[in-house]
């Protein structure tokens, strides 16, 4: 898409479990919503028609269509490998440019105007093929990237931009698919990240998994029936557990209860568990204390110590969870921050970010840093015939960004025809124990003397984007690579092909429609209040895999995204699967549902649905 200089530039945090769209507003961030809503589940789908479904409907359907419906595709970042959606396949940059495309259309529809660039956040320890393949999906939705920053830093901006003080502050960002802490200075309008450390495989979803494991273990052993064998009742299953980790924060015992959540010997089974805080922390204790782990090394690699922290910031959903800001306390003697809402400050702060790069704010200087070590492969030692081959340095993790560092090599012996320059990312001097991201040739000329000498540089910008130059001395030619690795990025026929069938895709999809009138989220104190505050009732709740809290009022409000909705699509999809007095029953039954959704009958929504739903489980069998 040809770049739109002047249209606005919005800050997004594409999450693992949901995303937002923010941006500055009368000089002030704030999260765009749709129909109320602030947070869009990274959840991509189609339905029975075969439509494109983005968000909480397609959050909704997954465990009635699961091998229809992809979640948590940021954690697949990095990679091309495909994944399946009905009958066509994807791979991760295409679906996570799907959940753009329906942010950037919410923002165009709020904002008045047409959004094509953007500043996206990314955690701080992905690699740079995630970052790549970041910026490739922003490309993919049709949008200009402007820039990369790390997640934990964008939340920074909003907690402390017009800050003048010295201060020390650690970030401690617990998203739903990865951890990320970085050690920020801010001084003198000028924000410095000190160091980051971080788990791209540490998450919300594995507190969620340990639950379901634990769960169905001793479903298993009850029934021996092992729920998570089949997809739909392990989505079930998933999202009932989810949702039990959520009222957790503030309750003190919870029983999941899902009804006909399977069979054995032709008779349904229903689940009914209690889980209590206690027994919940114990299940997680081991991945909390992976995160201290973490803010060690972090503060190591500051030089700083506990006592030299003046503030400790919240970030991610996963925050809420009470065992986290106790154990901080614990270690850290500091009384953990969550002034802005943990699921909207990245947003805000990568909105904060925007701005300030359109011109709009004269806000803090941000200063990032690597988060990995940059090298090439390198020959050590003596021998010719078995020389060692180790991981050689040029920009050392921590490095403030953008770096710009040049090292000189040799070729091991006069006449080499050329080199192989291997690209490396990580901490070790073990070649093996580090990734390799990327390759390239360098023909050599003559090279004896002086003319053995190779100088490689290499240039990491802002955004993350790496390029390697290496130039032979006395020759003028250079050869350059740009670390876009061809395995897991599109080429431009290949991206010019996939953004015309996601067209298509979002061409046949349910249009968007924004009541402008909501309001937004702005930056100051969360919308649902501290979770602290309210984290001791005694009261026990009841969850479903819908996530609703059945001690709590029915939503007024009945929709497609639905449990009944959902109900009603799969109603009709069945009754034109089957003949006879199975069709006629399941017609009928989507027929008074639909009158009672179209009426906000909640009460008589809720009986049809159950109706449809024992009148299903039957004629599936």
Same mark, same amino acid.
């Given at each position: 898409m040809a770049d739109m200089p002047?249209?606005?530039?919005?800050?997004?945090?594409?999450?693992?479990?949901?995303?937002?769209v923010a941006a500055v507003v009368d000089g002030r961030p704030e999260v765009l919503t749709e129909a109320g809503e602030a947070i869009l589940p990274s959840v991509v789908g189609v339905d029975p028609s075969g439509r494109l479904v983005v968000g909480q409907i397609a959050r909704n359907q997954h465990a009635a269509l699961p091998d229809s419906t992809i979640a948590s595709v940021k954690r697949q970042m990095g990679a091309m490998d495909p994944l399946k959606m009905g009958d066509q396949t994807f791979s991760p940059p295409e679906i996570s440019a799907m959940i753009l495309r329906r942010l950037r259309e919410r923002a165009s529809?709020?904002?008045?105007?047409?959004v094509a660039r953007a500043v996206i956040t990314v955690p701080a320890?992905?690699?740079?093929?995630?970052?790549?393949?970041?910026r490739q999906a922003g490309e993919l939705a049709g949008l200009t990237v402007e820039r990369i920053i790390n997640e934990p830093t964008a939340a920074t901006l909003v907690y402390h931009s017009i800050d003048e003080r010295r201060k020390n502050v650690l970030v401690y960002d617990f998203g739903g698919g990865t951890f990320d802490v970085s050690v920020v200075r801010i001084e003198d309008g000028v924000i410095e990240? #000190? $160091?980051s450390r971080g788990d791209t495989r540490l998450g919300g979803d594995d507190l969620d998994a340990v639950l379901l494991k634990h769960i169905a273990d001793a479903f298993q052993d009850e029934h021996q029936v092992d729920l998570r064998q089949n997809a739909s009742s392990r989505w079930r299953l998933l999202r009932a557990c989810e949702a039990a980790k959520c009222q957790l924060s503030s309750v003190e015992t919870v029983t999941i209860r899902e009804e006909f959540i399977a069979e054995k010997g032709g008779h349904p089974l229903n689940l009914d568990a209690v889980v209590t805080r206690s027994e919940y922390e114990d299940l997680i204790a081991s991945y909390i204390d992976r995160t201290i782990d973490c803010l060690d090394q972090a503060l190591r690699d500051?030089? #700083? $110590?506990?006592?030299?922290?003046?503030?400790?910031v919240l970030v991610g959903g996963s925050t809420r969870t009470p065992m986290i800001p106790d154990r901080l306390?614990?270690?850290?003697?500091?009384?953990?921050s969550r002034a802005v809402d943990p699921d909207l400050a990245v947003a805000l702060g990568a909105a904060a970010q925007a701005a300030m790069l359109a011109g709009q704010s004269a806000g803090p200087v941000l200063v990032d840093v690597t988060s990995h070590t940059l090298g090439i492969a390198a020959v050590t030692g003596q021998s010719l015939f078995a020389p060692e081959i180790t991981f050689s340095p040029i920009i050392h993790r921590g490095s403030p960004l953008p770096a710009s560092y040049e090292e000189a090599y040799y070729a091991i012996h006069d006449d080499q025809e050329a080199v192989n320059i291997r690209v490396y990312q990580g901490e070790h001097v073990e070649l093996e124990r580090n990734e390799k991201i990327g390759e390239f040739r360098l023909d050599l000329k003559n090279p004896s003397g002086d003319r053995r000498k190779i100088n490689v540089r290499f240039d990491l910008s802002l955004s993350g984007t790496l390029k390697v130059t290496a130039q032979q001395t006395a020759v003028a030619k250079a050869k350059e690579l740009t670390i876009e690795n061809a395995l897991q990025v599109f080429k431009d026929e290949q991206l010019e092909s996939a953004t015309s069938r996601l067209d298509e895709l979002f061409e046949a999809a349910e249009p968007v429609v924004i009541d402008t009138s909501d309001k937004t989220y702005r930056w100051g104190p969360s919308p649902y209040g501290d979770s602290d505050e309210s984290q001791d009732s005694d009261q026990p709740a009841t969850v479903r895999a819908d996530g609703r809290d059945e001690t709590a009022a029915p939503s007024p409000h009945l929709a497609s995204g639905?449990?009944?909705?959902?109900?009603?699509?799969?109603?009709?999809a069945a009754a034109a699967k089957v003949d006879g007095e199975d069709a006629e029953d399941l017609n009928d039954l989507a027929d008074r549902l639909e009158q009672a959704m179209a009426s906000q009958d909640t009460e008589a929504a809720s009986e049809i649905a159950a109706e449809i739903d024992d009148v299903l489980f039957y004629v599936n069998q």
């Open positions: 002047h249209s606005p530039i919005v800050g997004i945090d594409l999450g693992t479990t949901n995303s937002v529809a709020v904002l008045g105007t047409e320890f992905f690699d740079e093929n995630q970052r790549q393949a970041t990240v #000190l $160091s500051a030089k #700083l $110590s506990v006592a030299n922290l003046d503030d400790l306390r614990c270690e850290f003697g500091l009384e953990p639905t449990r009944e909705g959902l109900l009603l699509q799969k109603a009709r």
